[in-house]
């Protein structure tokens, strides 16, 4: 019973009321339209981002539930607001789902090899099949494609400034060769849970690139407020 209270609690995990996981009012935030997000600074290589909701109460203890508790129960809610992003991502690099190539992925940004066994899943791999499913299920045709891996330790983010941020993350990933023929030609958009500086998916999206994929975009579920 107590591993199904951690995965599905009745408690809603954003203001600790009796209708868990999520009760309506936290959820709010997530319905929002979505809408660009650009740190500053902005990093240079940075693709056009989308998002749905500020990373503030409720929203932040509904992810950080989902990805330090184990709450799977909220997946569903948090890969339709991913769905949100990725949809306004599209209609405004590519002209909608209508115009869809033949070829176009989702690359989650992986997380690392620390987080996946002390959480015992990559869960942001996990939120973006969630959301792909959602988006075939309103006819999207894409898949998702888990193409970039860390390739060296990186320190914990927490407190560091935008350039030590993306100081820390130059050259954490790759993408193994098995994955050059998929992404070359391919449109590719990045997701990921939060957008804070902006370091992990301007670094993801230099990497993809320079195997050929054309990354047209990213979308997250949540974007920090920063003051610069």
């Known amino acids: 019973m107590a591993i199904l209270d951690r995965l599905f609690p009745a408690e809603?995990?954003?203001?600790?009321?009796?209708?868990?996981?999520?009760?309506?009012?936290?959820?709010?935030?997530?319905?929002?339209?979505?809408?660009?997000?650009?740190?500053?600074?902005?990093?240079?290589?940075?693709?056009?981002?989308?998002?749905v909701a500020a990373y503030a109460d409720p929203c932040r203890s509904l992810l950080i539930a989902y990805k330090e508790r184990s709450a799977v129960g909220l997946r569903p809610v948090l890969a339709a607001a991913l769905a949100s992003a990725v949809v306004g991502?599209?209609?405004?690099?590519?002209?909608?789902?209508?115009?869809?190539?033949?070829?176009?992925?989702?690359?989650p940004v992986p997380s690392s090899p620390?987080?996946?066994?002390?959480?015992?899943?990559?869960?942001?791999?996990?939120?973006?099949?969630s959301t792909?499913?959602?988006l075939r299920s309103e006819g999207a045709d894409l898949r998702v494609v888990p193409a970039l891996r860390h390739v060296r330790r990186v320190a914990d983010s927490a407190g560091l400034s935008a350039v030590a941020r993306a100081a820390n993350l130059a050259g954490a990933f790759a993408v193994p060769r098995r994955f050059d023929q998929t992404l070359s030609g391919t449109q590719v958009i990045i997701?990921?849970?939060?957008i804070t500086t902006g370091s992990s998916?301007?670094?993801?999206?230099?990497?993809?690139?320079?195997?050929?994929?054309?990354?047209?975009?990213?979308?997250?579920?949540?974007a920090t407020q920063r003051r610069t």
């Not at 997701?191 to 939060?194: A, I, K, M, Q, S």
């Open 12 to 51: 809603c995990a954003g203001c600790g009321g009796p209708d868990g996981p999520a009760c309506p009012r936290c959820l709010r935030p997530l319905w929002q339209p979505a809408t660009t997000s650009r740190p500053r600074p902005t990093p240079a290589d940075l693709p056009p981002t989308w998002t």
């Open 89 to 107: 991502a599209w209609h405004a690099t590519a002209g909608g789902f209508g115009a869809a190539p033949a070829r176009i992925c989702l690359v």
């Open 114 to 129: 620390g987080s996946i066994r002390a959480r015992g899943d990559d869960v942001v791999r996990s939120l973006a099949r």
């Open 132 to 134: 792909a499913a959602v």
């Open 191 to 194: 997701v990921d849970d939060v």
């Open 201 to 222: 998916l301007a670094e993801a999206a230099r990497t993809l690139r320079a195997s050929g994929a054309d990354v047209i975009a990213a979308a997250t579920v949540a």
